[in-house]
């Protein structure tokens, strides 16, 4: 099913051409309103009228979390403070949090995105809808909300937290759409199990997750685990939220509301533009939003484009699930690994369970990467043997995919913290 079938599946000329408009709209609008741009643009001599198009999009400035901070909290604004009426913000672990502002158009435009997110995964006014992301200054519990009233479902707010009671409302109110982050999902997937409730029992069909990278395996789990139909949603406060992109029923790629966030993937040294396919740095201008317009911002996700039409009958550009950002490659021993890597393997043993953690640490001059995993409670046994073999079997297998010898510890049931957001599961000691 699709939301907004004009604007999800245009030709590629009609999309084309309303970028292009809605460009040189938004340029003409940061020039005139905000010093940051105007300073920038004066700074490689282009004025707003020198633009045509996207084509000219790789002459133009870039924008980065830190032109965020240096203008914290309102500097980046296009509007006056009276047209604003909401904000969100990112807390991120360094540093003053990054701060959004919408316009009541703003607000629409999100609800929009989100409810074309919604119909991708299945989701319409028939549906109760839990929406298990948290409430706040995140954009996750807010962003689907409005979203799912969008489109006319009727919508569970409870927010993150609360395990208990979340499965208590599947049971009573019969949630059919989950919405939170993927780790939150297979926490509540291992409580129903806990609890002895049969996933397939329950009316639940579909989840709608996001907000951290997970992998295709995690997915599968997932859906086994709650006995549903799992989609990916994409966003970043900084462009809207949730509802960026999102993916369908083809399950291969998200697609990007392309309308409001023009996409582009770049080279991270060399900051030029890559073609459709390359794998790259995920770059977004948010041509419609009012309150806080962004050209051409970093969102150092890594990603590839692919401009082919899919068997879901959208034509918009899909984004390949983020399978990280930039800053999370950890370098052990001079190998780059990437969390979802890892987790890609881990998902991939029967014997795992969802939950684990990546040490990385430093002895000597030697980094070690240890890897703290949960197991199954039917694989734990009292038989010091056996257990030595599931061990040597799990870190042969990670050891052959990563090419990198690791430390495994297989650790008892609920060891690890439970995400009830986004998850942590990296600690790098070499940094403290
Ligand atoms: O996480 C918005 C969101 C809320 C998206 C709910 C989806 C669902 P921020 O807190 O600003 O916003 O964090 C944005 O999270 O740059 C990615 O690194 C990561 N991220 C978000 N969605 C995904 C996803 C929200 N589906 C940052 N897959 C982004 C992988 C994701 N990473």
Known sequence: MIWNETKECMSRDEMTHLQNERLKTMLARVYQNVPFYRRKMQEIGIEPGDVKGISDLPHLPFTTKQDLRDNYPFGLFAVPKSQVVRVHASTGTTGKPTVVGYTPKDIQIFAEVVARALYSAGATNEDIIQVAYGYGLFTGGLGLHYGAERIGAAVVPISGGNTEKQVQLLEDFGSTVLACTPSYAAYIAETLEKN??????????????????????????????????????????????????????????????????????????????????????????????????????????????????????????????????????????????????????????????????????RQGTLDTLEIQLELEERFFSDELAEMEQIQRKIQHKIENVLGLSVILKLVEHNTLKRSEGKAERVIDRRRS
């Open 196 to 361: 002895k409730i049969d996933p397939a029992s329950l009316p639940l069909r579909t989840g709608i997750f996001g907000a951290e990278p997970w992998t295709e395996e995690m997915r599968l789990r997932i859906e086994k685990g709650l006995a549903i139909s799992a989609f990916d949603i994409y966003g970043l406060s900084e462009i809207i939220g949730p509802g960026v992109s999102a993916s369908c029923s083809a399950q291969d790629g998200l697609h990007i509301a392309e309308d409001h966030f023009i996409p582009e993937i770049i080279d991270s040294d060399t900051l030029q533009p890559l073609p459709a396919g390359s794998t790259g740095e995920l770059v977004f201008t948010a041509v419609t939003k009012e309150a806080m317009p962004l050209l051409r911002y970093r969102t150092r996700d890594l990603s590839k484009l692919n401009p082919e039409i899919c068997s879901c009958g959208r034509t918009s550009i899909r984004m390949a699930r983020v399978f990280g950002r930039s800053d999370d490659m950890l370098i052990i021993r001079g190998v780059n690994v990437f969390p979802s890597q890892i987790e890609a393997v881990l998902m991939d043993i029967p014997e795992a369970k969802p939950h684990y953690m990546l040490i990385i640490d």
